[in-house]
Antibody, heavy 119, light 109 residues
């Protein structure tokens, strides 16, 4: 069935790095724009980054520019988020999400993976 | 950067009542790039509405979206117990940024 499975979260000290993964199945991954969206404890949704279906067009929210890198491996149907120089304010549940090529809207979501940045 | 402001912050209603949720943008938003999501505790968000007024696959017809420019509305015509959740609007616009509103919590009165 159509699904995204997030993984790679954990507890990490400030200043260190972590890489999240998102495995896609059941849909044509290469045609979808893929996003990372995060949600800090008790807060709303914050869009983090997107990589378009071309694999090269990428955009980031200002607070993660220069620290986070989004990438995708079409051969493995997997999305990644490399997070460097982590800060306590990066603590959140991170969701990967897919936007259909047919319309704007994140219609497929992962279950989320938790990142806790703490000393 | 476009800011989306949702109101009210919390809406207290009873099952069977009509819910009207507002999403106001700081600049004009293309209707094609306005979406609504529902999120229940401990779950990922679910797409309800795209293109301001089109229901996503499997979404009941009691959910409807409307609006244009800077003012958008999500209406739930007759609340079911499973509709009590948090609702977010989202837009894609200038500077290729995708922003969410802060959310409206729909709670049982």
């Amino acid at each position: 069935q159509v699904q995204l499975v997030d993984s790679g979260g954990g507890v990490v000290q400030p200043g260190l790095s972590l890489t999240l993964s998102c495995a896609a199945s059941g849909f044509t991954f290469r045609t979808y724009a893929m996003h990372w969206v995060r949600q800090a404890p008790g807060k709303g949704l914050e869009w983090v980054a997107v990589i378009w279906s071309d694999g090269t067009t990428k955009f980031y929210t200002d607070s993660v520019k220069g620290r986070f890198t989004i990438s995708r491996d079409t051969s493995k149907n997997t999305l990644y988020l490399q997070m460097n120089s982590l800060k306590t304010e990066d603590t959140a549940v991170y969701y990967c999400a897919a936007t259909s090529p047919a319309f704007f809207g994140m219609d497929i979501w992962g279950q989320g993976t938790t990142v806790a940045v703490s000393s | 950067e476009i800011v989306l402001t949702q109101s009210p912050g919390t809406l207290s209603l009873s099952p069977g009542e009509r819910a009207t949720l507002s999403c106001r943008a700081s600049q004009s938003v293309s209707s094609s790039y306005l979406a609504w999501y529902q999120q229940k505790p401990g779950q990922a968000p679910r797409l309800l509405i795209y293109g301001a007024s089109s229901r996503a696959t499997g979404i009941p017809d009691r959910f409807s979206g409307s609006g244009s420019g800077t003012d958008f509305t999500l209406t739930i015509s007759r609340l079911e117990p499973e509709d009590f959740a948090v609702y977010f609007c989202q837009q894609y616009g200038s500077s290729s940024l995708y922003t969410f509103g802060q959310g409206t919590k729909l709670e049982i009165k």
